[in-house]
């Protein structure tokens, strides 16, 4: 317990992870390049404070003193952060990479850990993370995944699981199974939207609980939604990843790329916190959008 955890990235996805870890003597040393600028540095350094983790100014100096490094960061920053965290890594140190990205992206960022004496694990968070926090189900890969499943394990995740195989193999799971997922907000989104706009949105989530019964479409629909305007963003470059995924596999990725598109294309407005319930998001897109055009 007196060996320092490091966490790289402190988003929404981390906080969830490392909640209690301090109050049950477990130091936690966290970094996150928002505070980097100015504009973001006191709200990073306030849920720092809030969950009583040490919040460190540079990569350096979270990696420096840990034997376990855990990354989350957004899909765009999973390789830069292993080069950068690279340069800081003790000899044996285990990094556990979460981040939502292709297998070939995580194996590019092993050669990067492990060329510095690291050691690399490739991890895959299978579910959100709230509101099962250490509960969501990891699925573990590569030469490393049996010291990475102890030490997660250890540290209170309560659903891991190895996946013989090497670095990508748990990436490849997580991004193919992310093409249904996020594909299905997306479909979801275009549906409601249309519908909303030819006025017969009761009609189309009544014809879709018929068909779907016990699914409460009305329910899901906003759900989605809600998932897409704030995190939009972030699963648009996630599901990037998961096309570089399906073409690495000469998979034609036409229904990944529309994804991406419309994921992007919500997350854009900045809506990042969604009114409540269905209709309600449905007009503040339709607002947002005249907005943006005029």
């Not at 890969?141 to 540290?155: C, F, K, Q, Y």
């Not at 994921?263 to 854009?268: K, N, P, R, T, V």
Request: hydrophobic fraction near 45%; charge should be negative.
């Amino acid at each position: 317990m007196n060996t320092p955890v490091s966490v790289i990235g402190f988003g929404e996805a981390a906080s969830a992870m490392v909640e209690g870890w301090p109050e049950a003597g477990r130091r936690v040393l966290a970094y996150d390049r928002k505070t980097d600028h100015a504009g973001t540095r006191k709200a990073k350094q306030a849920d720092f404070a809030r969950l009583s983790v040490v919040g460190c100014d540079t990569m350096a100096e979270a990696v420096a003193g840990a034997n376990i490094i855990l990354c989350l960061v957004t899909a765009d920053q999973a390789t830069a952060a292993a080069r950068e965290g690279a340069m800081s890594l003790s000899p044996g140190a285990l990094w556990l990479d979460l981040n939502s990205v292709a297998p070939e992206t995580k194996r590019v960022a092993a050669r990067v850990i492990e060329a510095v004496g690291g050691r690399y694990v490739d991890v895959a968070v299978l579910s959100p993370v709230h509101p099962k926090r250490r509960a969501a189900p990891l699925l573990v890969s590569g030469p490393h995944a049996e010291d990475g499943v102890r030490h997660l394990t250890g540290l209170g995740f309560s659903n891991v699981s190895e996946l013989k195989g090497p670095v990508g193999a748990a990436a490849s799971v997580k991004m193919i199974r992310s093409v249904m997922i996020k594909g299905i907000e997306a479909l979801s989104a275009e549906c409601a939207i249309a519908a909303h706009k030819a006025d017969v949105l009761d009609a189309v989530v009544s014809s879709l609980d018929a068909s779907w019964p016990g699914a409460d479409w009305g329910a899901r629909l906003d759900y989605n939604l809600d998932r897409m305007m704030v995190h939009g963003l972030r699963r648009a470059a996630e599901m990037q990843e998961s096309e570089a995924t399906l073409e690495s596999f000469d998979v034609r990725a036409a229904m990944t790329r529309a994804t991406v598109e419309l994921q992007q294309a919500i997350g854009a407005l900045g809506i990042s916190t969604p009114p409540e319930g269905l209709v309600a998001k449905l007009n503040a897109l339709t607002e947002h959008a005249r907005g943006a055009a005029a």
